[in-house]
């Protein structure tokens, strides 16, 4: 995400940093670098212009703090104007406080309106709130189909009608929504492969009928600066509260993200991460702005592990590795606990420091649920249980078995096996090392009695055996070529 436009900037910051005292035009070159970086970003050049006389005003002898070089007094400043630039902080959603609260999904054919409804429920679902989704998308061949399946996996009723008045079936979704309880309605409109009167008309009549309490537009963010222009049409004609910016994940550029709260006033509120239905997360800019310079978003990446992550789970994988019981069947657990973390890819960017990491792992597959680990998966699962509970009965009649199961090869099956062994290995020399630390934490009395401390226990790190998953992600996947 963003790959290109923080890699441009990074750049130009890392000129700076070798100054001990920064002039003007060392100021002046490096925003000039910044300058043709946002605008290969596809960001409008007025919003270009704006955004460095704004960091100029601030940079320019006058904001350099005692406690900062001059180089990261800059990257400051450059920091919340980015932040400025994107909306400042994260903007809420309108919720009625009289139920229900109904969203509008409006936008284009394509943009990802459909998911990103049944997304939304599944994330309000989460929060506690019984959301509805409303099939008001009455053209579009298999729209209704669509959004009983994506209601399907999020386990969210979907309201349909037999009719062609979309106008009507928006209406009547709020007498289902008051006899079935439901506290939120989503409803899913149509869209057209480009704006015409009719499209507008129609959404402007369900608008005047339902009375959203919110009207969310969902942008394709890969269209660059022409989802500027579209979020400026529809805001103009329906007077949108807030973006759903879709695909994000696989924008290199990140025009659309930097505009679209300059161009149009509306703010960015939720961002599209992947093609699961957890794949919705709140936009912060502030934390964007912090991952474009390379600075990372631990907060976001605290917040997607607690809502993936199974406490009850990582605890009862704690309690394995302490009693040397880790067995392949724990390990597939976890992987597929880890999976729902999305992209590795994206993770390093969320960490501090490791953002740069990326360029050294080219070649490798850095998605969590990518080919190269649906392959460990698929090794495992071909194992029977007792194979998974002890390695050491898979001889090599069992092998050629689990690879002929798994559609893989004897030789990856003999890597999967040795890897996993060499992570157990690990894992008892890491206790090994903790016990022993603790051990010299005991303090000997005056008569060589030894003083216990209140914490003599070893303590383990939640997810210990994660470290030789990253290992092997960092190049050594038994199917890396």
């Known amino acids: 995400m963003f790959e290109d436009l923080s890699q441009n900037i990074q750049e130009a910051f890392r000129k700076l940093r070798g100054h001990g005292k920064l002039t003007d035009d060392d100021i002046n070159k490096a925003l000039k670098d910044v300058r043709m970086a946002l605008l290969a970003a596809d960001v409008n050049y007025k919003i270009v212009r704006d955004f460095e006389k704004a960091v100029k005003a601030r940079a320019i002898g006058t904001e350099v703090l005692s406690n900062l070089t001059p180089a990261q007094s800059v990257i400051k400043i450059v920091n919340e104007e980015l932040a400025n630039l994107m909306g400042g902080k994260a903007a809420k959603l309108n919720i009625s406080s009289r139920p229900p609260t109904i969203i509008l999904m409006v936008g284009l054919q394509g943009s990802g309106k459909t998911t990103s409804a049944a997304k939304l429920a599944l994330q309000m679902k989460r929060q506690g709130k019984r959301p509805a989704l409303v099939a008001a998308d009455i053209y579009r061949p298999a729209a209704i189909k669509q959004l009983q399946v994506v209601g399907e996996q999020a386990d969210v009723p979907v309201f349909t009608e037999d009719i062609k008045d979309a106008v009507q079936i928006a209406k009547d979704s709020i007498k289902f929504a008051d006899k079935h309880a439901r506290d939120v309605l989503i409803i899913d409109t149509a869209g057209r492969l480009q704006i015409d009167e009719r499209l507008m008309q129609e959404l402007k009549d369900i608008k005047e009928t339902v009375k959203p309490h919110e009207i969310l537009l969902v942008v394709d963010s890969m269209i660059g600066q022409e989802a500027v222009n579209v979020a400026e049409t529809f805001h103009n004609a329906l007077g949108v509260n807030g973006i759903v910016l879709t695909k994000l994940d696989g924008d290199a550029r990140g025009g659309a993200a930097l505009s679209i709260k300059a161009a149009t006033g509306c703010p960015i509120k939720f961002v599209g991460m992947g093609e699961k239905l957890e794949a919705l997360e709140i936009f912060h800019p502030d934390r964007m702005a912090s991952r474009i310079l390379g600075m990372g978003d631990v907060l976001s990446l605290i917040e997607k592990a607690q809502s993936t992550i199974d406490a009850k789970t990582a605890e009862k994988m704690v309690k394995k590795i302490k009693a040397d019981e880790f067995t392949l069947q724990d390990f597939l657990e976890q992987l597929q606990q880890v999976k729902k973390l999305g992209s590795l890819n994206d993770l390093l960017g969320m960490v501090p420091g490791l953002g740069g990491l990326k360029k050294k792992l080219t ?29 050491s009965i898979i001889d090599a009649k ?13 030789a990856d099956v003999n890597k999967l096996l040795k890897q996993f062994d060499e992570m157990r290995k690990m894992m008892r020399k890491f206790k090994t090392s903790q016990m022993q630390q603790q051990s010299s934490k005991k303090v000997k009395g005056k008569k060589g009695k030894i003083k216990k401390g209140k914490n003599t226990k070893p303590k383990m790190p939640t997810l210990p055996n994660l470290s030789g998953l990253l290992g092997q992600l960092g190049g050594k996947f038994p199917f890396k070529k």
């Open 398 to 410: 069992r092998r050629k078995r689990i690879a002929m199961g798994s559609g893989t090869q004897v």
């Open 363 to 391: 070649g490798v597959d850095l998605d969590l649920d990518g080919k190269e680990v649906k392959h460990m998966e698929a090794i495992i699962l071909s194992m029977t249980p007792k194979e998974r509970a002890d390695t």
